[in-house]
């Protein structure tokens, strides 16, 4: 009788694993269904950080808003039709999104830029459900009062799950650090970029902000050499590194241009972010920070300015869905087994 017992449990944990694949909540990537965005070619960094693995194995039932507090937004470029929702422009204060610099747009599009859409580029999380949410904070300078305007805004919105900070400064500034603590209570993800000016601070406080503030997840830049990029922040604040050196990004108009910096790092960063939490909305901020550090490629030679390591998407995904079908699985046979007990 115990070995028909045992079967049995075999076979309902069976039955309950078919049933979970069968949902499509895990599933191989299908590289048939490779973007077709043209300039997606040139995209070395996608390679890199596993996202060319991984364009067609992204959830799209769940939205997710990434705030973008930055220099504005072009909000009528093709290439982010349908992807951007509502901000404010605490320079002029009005909802009427502008960007008269051009970083805030290509800092956006390195997220979130429409995937197989056939043109230009694709972001991080092209092919997700993704939507930015602008804040104009500053031009060729921050106004301080207005970052903190924007985190404190950003932070109060629920469908906010990702603040993206590609800016900073080598200054502490009290109000930043009191309103990105209060943004990391309302359990809000904060990447930030950590600085361009890696190789030219000798004798300088290397810590640069908003990145160096407790709970940010500060991102550095790897160059087209596999190596840390000469010009990024290169300190123990550093958490993770991403691509950042001649990247295609969109810029305003319809342009599209290469760039360099931790700004775009960050982005690519905060992608990876909204796709795992479009796979799984409930994920808190911390297991999505878990999932990127357990999941990180190290660097071969370590040290305490190396973070995690470099990011990877792929693996990351690929973690979240196995531990979502544990769970599944694991929930649905106890329960099978309590009802068979019954019997």
């Not at 805004?153 to 500034?173: P, Q």
């Not at 305490?304 to 769970?327: E, I, M, T, W, Y």
């Amino acid at each position: 009788m115990k070995k028909i017992k045992k079967l049995s449990r075999l076979s309902i944990s069976f039955v309950f694993i078919m049933s979970y694949l069968s949902t499509g909540l895990v599933y191989a990537a299908n590289h048939e269904h490779y973007p077709n965005d043209p300039y997606l070619g040139t995209s070395w960094q996608y390679a890199k950080v596993g996202i060319d693995n991984s364009w067609d194995a992204i959830n799209t039932e769940h939205e997710i808003v990434v705030a973008v507090l930055d220099t504005g937004l072009d909000v009528n470029l093709t290439d982010l039709a349908g992807r951007i929702t509502t901000g404010y422009d605490f320079l002029r204060d009005t909802p009427d999104m502008i960007d008269t610099h051009g970083h805030g747009t290509m800092v956006s599009s390195s997220i979130a830029a429409v995937a197989n859409n056939g043109i230009g580029i694709a972001g991080a999380a092209g092919t997700a459900n993704v939507k930015i949410a602008p804040y104009r904070i500053g031009d060729t300078t921050l106004n301080n009062d207005a970052v903190y305007a924007a985190i404190m805004d950003a932070s109060n919105r629920e469908e906010v799950r990702i603040i993206n900070l590609s800016i900073g400064s080598y200054e502490y500034n009290p109000s930043q650090a009191e309103a990105i603590a209060y943004a990391i209570s309302k359990g809000k993800i904060i990447i930030a970029a950590a600085g361009n000016h890696g190789e030219e601070i000798a004798g300088v406080d290397p810590y640069y902000y908003p990145a160096s503030y407790p709970g940010v997840i500060a991102v550095g830049s790897l160059g087209l050499n596999g190596e840390i990029a000469a010009f990024s922040q290169f300190n123990d604040a550093v958490d993770f590194y991403a691509p950042g050196e001649s990247l295609m990004v969109l810029r305003p108009g319809n342009g599209y241009g290469w760039e360099d910096g931790t700004s775009f790092s960050a982005a690519i960063v905060s992608g990876i972010g909204a796709s795992l939490l479009a796979q799984d909305p409930t994920l808190t901020a911390d297991e999505v920070e878990s999932l990127l550090i357990e999941t990180a490629l190290s660097f071969s030679e370590a040290g305490p300015a190396n973070g995690h390591g470099l990011v990877q998407a792929d693996q990351a995904l690929a973690k979240l869905k196995s531990r979502r079908a544990l769970a599944y699985v694991h929930e649905h046979t106890s329960m099978a087994i309590n009802l068979w007990q019954l019997r």
